[in-house]
């Protein structure tokens, strides 16, 4: 597994407050520790059911092209995972552009 992110002051894209605001804050603070994901491996993928939300994280250099796109979710219990883009589009998400 590799970390999320390479830096401690990692934040958001628009420098603005927005309603998703206290999700973001969330996953900040579970990214923050442990330094790496939790992947999913094909037997323990979590229910769809259970998803509240995801996130999407980008990594892009100097606006240049995208280095790589991951995506986590979270259940009830407050634990984040991480997940594939087909697990995403099975499970019928829709991306929101906050």
Known sequence: MSPIFCCSNTQGYKNRILSYESKFQTFMAWANYPKESNAVSPDTVPSSADITFAIQV???TNYGPL???RYFVTGSDGV????TEQWLI???FEKLNT
């Open 58 to 60: 980008v990594k892009q």
């Open 67 to 69: 280095d790589s796109k």
């Open 80 to 83: 984040f995972v991480e997940v």
């Open 90 to 92: 099975d499970a019928n």
